[in-house]
Nanobody, 114 residues
Framework: VQLQASGGGSVQAGESLSLSCAAS????????MGWYRQTPGKERELVAT???????NYADSVKGRFTVSGDSVKGTVFLQMNNLKPEDSAVYLC?????????WGQGTLVTVSS
């Protein structure tokens, strides 16, 4: 299985970005999809997840600003990020959980300037 993430970039505070992640080579049903982020010197943190039934979960820091969506059959997951803040700057990684295990994407860099 390979995950390809895209959509990162550099924006000003208050602007928006959309991230996409698509899986190829899936052999098992996806039951959980999500986004995590990581900055140097910090642990990887959960941003948002969505189950195959559409149940979502968000980090408190992004609630009301970010929206996660996806298609568990296709193995695609998206993250709409609005009103971005400098503290949102990080490498964003997508993650898919299936019966066969967990897969991580390669990460896409988001930089937010004040």
């Amino acid at each position: 299985v390979q995950l390809q993430a895209s959509g990162g970039g550099s924006v000003q505070a208050g602007e928006s970005l959309s991230l996409s992640c698509a899986a190829s080579g899936l052999h098992f049903r996806v039951n959980l999809m999500g986004w995590y982020r990581q900055t140097p010197g910090k642990e990887r943190e959960l941003v948002a997840t969505i189950t195959s039934r559409g149940v979502t979960n968000y980090a408190d820091s992004v609630k009301g600003r970010f929206t996660v969506s996806g298609d568990s059959v296709k193995g695609t997951v998206f993250l709409q990020m609005n009103n971005l803040k400098p503290e949102d700057s990080a490498v964003y990684l997508c993650k898919l959980s299936t019966l066969g295990g967990v897969e991580w994407g390669q990460g896409t860099l988001v930089t937010v300037s004040s």
